[in-house]
C-alpha cells in the first residue's frame, strides 16, 4: 500500500470568511453496506457532485492512500460506519493534513468502535442527536447532528391496494412506553383497521402485525393516519417523503427539522396521543395540511441536497 501522505492542506479563496464550495474537491469513503444504503451513497454522492468542484467517491475496503495522494482533496469525508478500515488506513486519517469529516450512519445505537474511529476527524455528522455528548467525551469537538433524507425513489405519494391501507399504522414496540399508548387507544383495534409493526403487538386482537423485515413505503401510503415511537429520524422523513399525516412522541431528533403542529404533530403521553388522535381524526382539512407541507418539506427542507449543503457550510463557513 502508498502511504504517502498527500501535500498540505492549500487555502481556498474566500469572499468576507465565506468558501466558494464550487472551489472544492472531496474524497468521499463510503462503507455503508445493504442494498438500501447503497441507494443512499449514490444519492449522497449526486449532491456533493451538484455542489462542489470534484467529487471523487470509492469503497471503504479500497485503499484510498493512494486517491489521497492523487487527488490531494480539500476534503476527506468518510460517509458510514459499518465496515471496518484497516490499521493502515486509519494511521493515514490521523495524518493527513486536510480536513476530515466523518457522516456516521449511527441510529439508535452506536459503540466504543465507533467512538474510537470518529476522534480522528475534524468533524462528525450523527444521525441521533442523543449521541453527541458521547462523541465530544470521545475527543470530537465539532460534533453536529445531520440525519440522511428519505430515499425519493423508494417513499414518494403513490396508490396502493387494499392489503396496504389501514386507517391507522403503528410503528414502535407495545412495551415499556409503548405499552401505555396501545393501552389508550387499544379500543380503536375493534372498529378501525389498524396495522402495526414492532415488537409486542400479536397479544392485540385484531390488528394487522406485520413482519419483522416488511417493506414498509406501501403500508405509509395506505395509511389514513401513521402514529410512532422511538425517535428515529429516518422514520419521519420517509413519512413524510410519502406525504402521510403523522403523529409522533417527541424526541430532540424532531425538532431539529421539524416543525411540530405545521408539519408534523407531537405527543409526550398517552393522554396527549389520545387527544390528538381524536383531534385531527375529526379534522381532516387540518390534518391533510400537515401533511402536505411535509411532503413539500421533504423536496427542499429536508432533502439531501439540503443536508450536503449543511455539512460544506459547517466544514468550510464556520471553521
Known amino acids: 500500500m502508498n502511504t504517502t501522505q498527500p501535500e498540505a492542506r492549500r487555502e481556498l479563496p474566500s469572499i468576507s470568511g465565506f468558501v466558494d464550495h464550487k472551489q472544492i474537491r472531496i474524497l468521499m469513503v463510503s462503507s455503508l453496506t445493504g442494498e438500501s444504503?447503497?441507494?443512499?451513497?449514490?444519492?449522497?454522492?449526486?449532491?456533493?457532485?451538484?455542489?462542489?468542484?470534484?467529487?471523487?467517491?470509492?469503497?471503504?475496503?479500497?485503499?484510498?492512500?493512494?486517491?489521497?495522494?492523487?487527488?490531494?482533496?480539500?476534503?476527506?469525508?468518510?460517509?458510514?460506519?459499518?465496515?471496518?478500515?484497516?490499521?493502515?488506513?486509519?494511521?493515514?486519517?490521523?495524518?493527513a493534513p486536510l480536513k476530515k469529516a466523518i457522516w456516521l450512519s449511527d441510529g439508535a445505537f452506536t459503540s466504543e468502535s465507533t467512538a474510537?474511529?470518529?476522534?480522528?476527524?475534524?468533524?462528525?455528522?450523527?444521525?441521533?442527536?442523543?449521541?453527541?455528548?458521547?462523541?465530544?467525551?470521545?475527543?470530537?469537538?465539532?460534533?453536529?447532528?445531520?440525519?440522511?433524507?428519505?430515499?425519493?425513489?423508494?417513499f414518494s405519494p403513490r396508490s396502493v391496494n387494499a392489503e396496504y391501507r389501514s386507517y391507522l399504522l403503528l410503528l414502535g414496540d407495545a412495551r415499556g412506553a409503548g405499552k401505555e399508548y396501545a393501552e389508550k387507544i387499544k379500543h380503536l383495534f375493534a372498529i378501525k383497521k389498524v396495522a402495526a409493526a414492532g415488537i409486542g403487538w400479536e397479544e392485540y386482537p385484531g390488528l394487522k402485525v406485520l413482519a419483522p423485515d416488511a417493506e414498509l413505503q406501501d403500508y405509509?401510503?395506505?395509511?389514513?393516519?401513521?402514529?410512532?415511537?422511538?425517535?428515529?429520524?429516518?422514520?419521519?422523513?420517509?413519512?413524510?417523503?410519502?406525504?402521510?399525516?403523522?403523529?409522533?412522541?417527541?424526541?430532540?431528533?424532531?425538532?431539529?427539522?421539524?416543525?411540530?403542529?405545521?408539519?408534523?404533530?407531537?405527543?409526550?403521553t398517552a393522554d396527549e396521543l389520545l387527544e390528538k388522535l381524536h383531534y385531527y381524526s375529526n379534522h381532516a382539512d387540518a390534518k391533510r395540511a400537515i401533511a402536505s407541507r411535509a411532503l413539500w418539506k421533504s423536496t427542499y427542507d429536508y432533502s439531501f441536497l439540503q443536508m450536503a449543503t449543511k455539512l460544506l457550510h459547517t466544514i468550510f463557513n464556520y471553521s
Open 220 to 268: 405509509y401510503n395506505g395509511a389514513e393516519l401513521v402514529i410512532h415511537w422511538g425517535g428515529l429520524t429516518a422514520k419521519v422523513f420517509d413519512i413524510a417523503a410519502c406525504g402521510v399525516f403523522q403523529l409522533a412522541e417527541g424526541h430532540p431528533n424532531i425538532y431539529e427539522n421539524m416543525n411540530p403542529g405545521e408539519d408534523i404533530v407531537i405527543f409526550h
Open 37 to 95: 444504503m447503497w441507494q443512499v451513497e449514490q444519492m449522497i454522492a449526486e449532491q456533493f457532485r451538484l455542489l462542489a468542484k470534484e467529487l471523487i467517491s470509492i469503497k471503504a475496503f479500497q485503499s484510498f492512500s493512494s486517491a489521497l495522494v492523487q487527488l490531494n482533496p480539500d476534503l476527506l469525508l468518510v460517509v458510514g460506519n459499518e465496515e471496518s478500515f484497516s490499521g493502515t488506513d486509519l494511521e493515514i486519517i490521523a495524518k
Open 116 to 154: 474510537r474511529l470518529v476522534a480522528l476527524f475534524d468533524y462528525v455528522f450523527t444521525q441521533n442527536t442523543l449521541h453527541i455528548p458521547f462523541y465530544q467525551h470521545s475527543g470530537c469537538k465539532e460534533v453536529r447532528y445531520l440525519p440522511f433524507a428519505a430515499d425519493r425513489s423508494l
